[in-house]
């Protein structure tokens, strides 16, 4: 993670400097014994099969050949002669354990001519054993008192700082104890690296994909994904998938490079912060960094590559100071929170420099790789800090928006009663328009009439003729008022309920007046009336029998409607009363209740015929359909 | 019209706001042949509330609009004290729903106000000789009920009135559709081949089971017909 570089430098500082620890001699063994490394010796060689006899020189463990026969790529033969001895003359009771820190690149390891390991690949693509730690176990029957030998065949190149690591020798507890010292550090420490940038690599990308505008987060992955590829190189034994180790350490900086720029551009977007002119120039950079990478000679490798990791170096150092900055401006817990992990970073690998330079380094314990679990942890209060501010917002959020819903439908609830109620006015406003039609129709055309009857009447008026006009008023009104509440304006069902009101109230009287009556009305409609039409001819019945009642001293009535045919309604009211003048009735102002309905069904285009004499009065309205319907 | 009655019921109580009216109801009533010492007049609902409290009174017609409340609330007073008093409702301008109110609180019948005396007169002759008088809109509206509650879909299951009406006997309800028709009684008579009694029986009948005595059950029963 973070403390990445911090980890490729211990890397190359194990590379160049782990093996320049001091040079013993003298390995206690057990209380009593020791071994004595006579002689350490070192000679160039063509192939693994060749010892040469001559171009020995002595030489100190560890070493590096670089300081000695600088630009040499190939094998070398180290020689150690060694012996062991006891004190009070005790015998070696226990068996000797020899450990090899490492090699740079790939070696084998002989005991007295005999084979103890060699390295999957002596020639190029070579092994890499560099970081990787060895035991081996001497059984006291293959020792000799004096004159032991070792023997390493290492094979390197230059640029990769080629030669012997530190090689012990000590008793097995020991050996195996830090074996397993070395182990951790040098190899389970990176694997747990690995797995935990590869997890969080994964999560992070992961919520980007799902959340695409989220770019912090994929720049983060993609930063572990270049610290998991580099740090891959710290583990990996073999150079494959790369053609040879030049190109593994060319991949591994390109990758370091990468990795720098994408956790400095993750650094930005998390401080909120996007220079594009900024980015363009690191991406230039990098790029400009990486072609020299891979076109760059071998010679001049290690130059190169020193400047290209300071420059790493004084990129993470330049992003660092500016989340400082961002942290001391803002004051945001999540920004002083990163920049708290990167200042732990900082001191962390100032301190294991400085141990480095201090000479003290034998098998020295690097911090920095222990701060990669630790800064994950930090990463993670980080996300989840992040993930706990954004549920809050999308709470109050949640809570704004149920304020803001119940206040819309508050709203809508209120427009859709008014619009009822509108709706509801609109209908009062109709049938109040309809009555009022009605009442001009009906009433009003009856109130005129009457005053053209008064007005045109020859002599005065006598009470009882004043009385008729208004009780034909107040009927008119009655039947209005019935049809329109009753009905609410239609013509009825059929025929017997709409003459059923009328029947009633006059079977009523007429069973107190001992007056017969026989009503013969169809049972359906064939063709329906209108509400005018039916509201005539119902006033017509009306006047008709009041009429009759009042003035014909009938004893038999018979009312009967019938269609003639399908276009042709008839109504027939007819008694056995005395009878009356027709003509007087209709012309002289004498019946104003049947000249005003004569007046009103020819309004409706029907017709009325009277036929009257004693013992046989019959009024006919006949009402023709298709007609009159239009002279409304 | 001949006044043959040899024991008209008294007191009568006469509600009404107008004098106009008032002095005709009298003049009517006169013509029955009640004298001025059998009529109590009462003007609003308060008084006559007073007069039917300190009193029995045999014979009342009621008006429904008064000015300080309904004559409904009077007429199921009266109905509530005295089982067999008559009542008869003479309204002005009403709707006929709440003409039918007033025969489900207890009223015997009811007349409209704007008729001619001579009818007014029937009505009260009528309810005096102990008729029913019942009119095509109220035959019609109990049919209507009965269908109502005797269809299962309907939300009107629970409804107590409709379980009276459900208690209507077949011939009951073969007068009322006449009566919806439009038929006297003199009429349904004939076409059922019973006596005109016998059909003024059974609409009493169906009017008991109508009528409700406890003012709750007439307010809830308002209520459900949409009345109140």
């Keep these: ?632 | 019209m001949k006044n043959k009655e040899t024991v008209l019921p008294a007191p009568v109580l006469i509600v009404e706001d107008e004098a106009m009216i008032r002095s005709r109801l009298d003049l009517i009533l006169s013509e029955l042949g009640y004298s001025q010492d059998m009529l109590i007049f009462a003007k609003n609902l308060a008084e006559a509330m007073q007069i039917i409290a300190s009193q029995p009174i045999s014979l009342a017609l009621v008006d429904l609009g008064l000015p300080d409340g309904n004559g409904i609330t009077l007429i199921e007073k009266l109905r509530e004290i005295d089982e067999s008093a008559l009542i008869l409702v003479i309204s002005a301008w009403s709707t006929q729903q709440s003409l039918f109110a007033s025969i489900k609180a207890g009223a015997n019948g009811y007349v409209l106000k704007e008729r001619d005396d001579a009818e007014v007169l029937m009505s009260i002759r009528s309810i005096l000789r102990g008729g029913a008088p019942i009119d095509p809109f109220i035959a019609r509206e109990i049919l209507n009920q009965i269908s109502t509650s005797n269809t299962p879909q309907t939300e009107r299951v629970e409804q107590l009135d409709g379980q009276d009406y459900d208690q209507l006997t077949n011939r009951e309800t073969e007068i009322l559709n006449l009566v919806a028709q439009g038929l006297s009684n003199r009429e349904i008579a004939e076409q059922l081949f019973v006596s005109r009694y016998t059909v003024e029986s059974h609409i009493k009948h169906i009017y008991r089971k109508l009528s409700v005595s406890k003012r709750t059950k007439a307010v809830s029963t308002a209520r459900s017909l949409g009345i109140l």
């Design chain 1, 1 to 632: 993670m973070r403390n990445g570089w911090l980890n490729i430098f211990v890397t190359l500082c194990l590379c160049v400097l782990s093996f320049a620890s001091s040079a013993q001699t003298n390995f206690a063994v057990s209380p009593t014994c020791k071994v004595n490394v006579d002689k350490i010796s070192a000679v160039k060689t063509s192939s693994i099969d060749v010892v040469p006899k001559t171009g020995w020189v002595e030489v100190k463990n560890p070493d590096v050949w670089t300081e000695r026969w600088p630009h040499y790529d190939g094998g070398v033969w180290y020689h150690f002669n060694w012996h062991w001895s006891c004190k009070d003359s005790d015998e070696l009771k226990q068996p000797l354990a020899f450990s090899v820190e490492g090699m740079s690149s790939a070696g084998a390891v002989f005991f007295n001519r005999n084979l103890l390991w060699k390295d999957k690949h002596l020639v190029e693509p070579l092994s890499k054993s560099w970081n990787t730690p060895r035991f081996w176990i001497l059984p006291v029957e293959s020792l000799k008192q004096k004159n032991n030998d070792i023997w390493v065949y290492v094979v390197g190149n230059s640029y990769e700082s080629p030669g012997l690591g530190n090689l012990e020798f000590s008793d097995i507890t020991t050996a195996y104890d830090k074996q397993q010292k070395r182990l951790w550090s040098k190899r389970a420490l990176f694997q747990v690296n690995l797995v935990i940038s590869t997890t969080l690599g994964l999560v992070c990308f992961v919520i980007w994909f799902f959340r695409r505008n989220e770019t912090t987060f994929l720049w983060f992955s993609i930063s572990c994904l270049f610290w998991v590829l580099f740090i891959w190189n710290v583990i990996n034994r073999e150079v494959f998938p790369y053609p040879n180790s030049l190109w593994v350490m060319k991949t591994n900086l390109t990758y370091f490079v990468l990795y720098n720029v994408c956790f400095c551009i993750y650094l930005l977007r998390f401080v909120k912060t996007k220079f594009a002119e900024l980015e363009k120039t690191l991406f230039l950079v990098a790029a400009v960094c990486i072609v020299t990478i891979l076109f760059i000679p071998s010679l001049m490798v290690n130059i190169v590559f020193a400047v290209i990791f300071l420059l790493c170096i004084a990129l993470f150092i330049a992003s660092f100071c500016f989340v400082i900055y961002r942290a001391y401006k803002t004051k945001r817990r999540d920004f002083i929170l990163l920049a708290v992990c990167l200042s732990v970073i900082l001191i962390v690998m100032l301190y294991d420099i400085s141990i480095l330079f201090d000479g003290h380094i034998n098998d020295h314990q690097p911090l920095s790789p222990y701060t990669s679990p630790v800064i994950t942890f930090f990463i993670v209060i980080i996300l989840a800090t992040r993930l706990d501010k954004n549920i809050k917002k999308i709470q109050r959020f949640n809570s704004e928006l149920e304020q803001r819903v119940s206040f819309v439908t508050s709203n809508l609830s209120s427009s859709l009663y008014a619009r009822h109620q509108l709706e509801l006015e609109n209908v009062r406003l109709q049938e109040r328009i309809h009555l009022a039609h009605d009442l001009h129709d009906g009433l009003g055309a009856s109130l005129v009439r009457s005053m053209i009857l008064v007005d045109q009447s020859s002599s005065t008026m006598s009470n009882q003729q004043f009385l008729s006009i208004l009780k034909l008023l107040r009927d008119d009104l009655r039947q209005i008022i019935d049809s329109g509440s009753l009905t609410n304006n239609k013509t009825p069902d059929n025929p017997v309920l709409w003459i059923a009101p009328v029947r009633h109230r006059f079977s009523q009287i007429m069973d107190e007046l001992d007056i017969e009556a026989t009503w013969s009305i169809p049972e359906a409609w064939e063709i329906q009336p209108t509400a005018l039409q039916c509201l005539t001819l119902i006033r017509v019945l009306e006047e008709s029998l009041t009429n009759i009642v009042k003035h014909s001293q009938a004893r038999h009535i018979d009312v009967k409607m019938y269609y003639p045919s399908t276009t042709h309604l008839v109504m027939i009211i007819q008694d056995d009363g005395i009878g009356f003048n027709v003509e007087c009735v209709l012309n002289h102002g004498m019946g104003i209740g049947m000249r005003s309905m004569k007046m009103r069904l020819e309004k409706i285009g029907a017709e009325l015929n009277i036929e009257s004499e004693k013992g046989c009065t019959k009024i006919i309205a006949s009402l023709r359909f298709g007609e009159g319907e239009s002279t409304e």
